[in-house]
């Protein structure tokens, strides 16, 4: 498996503000790690695939100019909310698939809240 | 499209057992799995399934039929630490993993 922690777990900001959070792959090398987004009592939806030496690919419907991601080395992936809005509030979630069967460690998730 | 149906809530009592349905319809099958979501955290994996069959793992098992497009996650002896959201998801041809909604279990005393 692996363990995955994401800073910071939650935030407040102002609308107009941008908003980093960090995913960290602690005890294992991840060349990949995911985004998601979950909002209340909703599913998690998949926002991008983080690829690390190379652009992140964007699912339909998320904005890659609002939702930057990094990644640039093994153990660490960013994703930097721009000019966040009261809409974006949500649950963040990263996670690294690995294991057996390539299941996905999650870290412990973002709470966003922009007012 | 891709669709996965899981019931959105299940109330069980504490000690009993209870079985969380999962159909699916995807574009493809290469595996199921069942992960547990307590409120305000992130899931975490319980089971695996790409053959047709029971695994059980503990107080969990879950089963599958590819010919049915069905799952289903089997919790026994329920404590109320069980209390949780319980998520299906699968993944297709492509391998991308579909998220189903997710089944919110209610334990009582």
């Known amino acids: 498996g692996a363990v995955v922690s994401q800073h910071p777990s939650r935030v407040i900001c102002k609308s107009g503000t941008s908003v980093k959070i960090e995913c960290r792959s602690l005890?294992?090398?991840?060349?990949?790690m995911f985004w998601y987004r979950q909002f209340p009592k909703k599913s998690l939806m998949l926002m991008a695939t983080?690829?690390?030496?190379?652009?992140?690919?964007?699912e339909q419907g998320v904005e890659k100019d609002k939702f930057l991601i990094n990644h640039a080395s093994l153990t660490l992936s960013t994703l930097t909310v721009t000019s966040a809005h009261p809409e974006d509030s949500s649950f963040y979630i990263c996670?690294?698939?690995?294991?057996?069967?390539?299941?996905?460690?999650f870290g412990p998730g973002t709470r966003l809240t922009v007012l | 499209g891709q669709n996965i149906d899981q019931p959105t809530e299940m109330t069980a009592t504490e000690g009993a057992i209870v079985q969380i349905n999962c159909t699916y319809q995807?574009?493809?099958?290469?595996?199921l799995f069942w992960y547990q979501q307590h409120a305000g955290e992130a899931p975490t994996f319980l089971s695996y399934?790409?053959l047709d069959g029971l695994e059980e793992k503990g107080r969990f098992s879950s089963f599958l039929s590819r010919s049915k497009g069905y799952s289903y996650l089997l919790l026994k002896e329920l404590q109320m630490k069980d209390s949780a959201s319980y998520l299906c998801?699968?993944?297709?041809?492509?391998?991308?993993?579909?998220w189903g909604a997710g089944t919110k279990l209610i334990i009582k005393p």
């Open positions: 998801a699968v993944v297709d041809s492509n391998y991308q993993l579909i």
């Open positions: 399934n790409v």
């Open positions: 996670s690294v698939p690995t294991g057996s069967y390539n299941e996905q460690f």
């Open positions: 995807t574009s493809g099958f290469n595996g």
């Open positions: 005890d294992f090398q991840a060349t990949t």
């Open positions: 983080s690829n690390e030496g190379s652009k992140a690919t964007y």
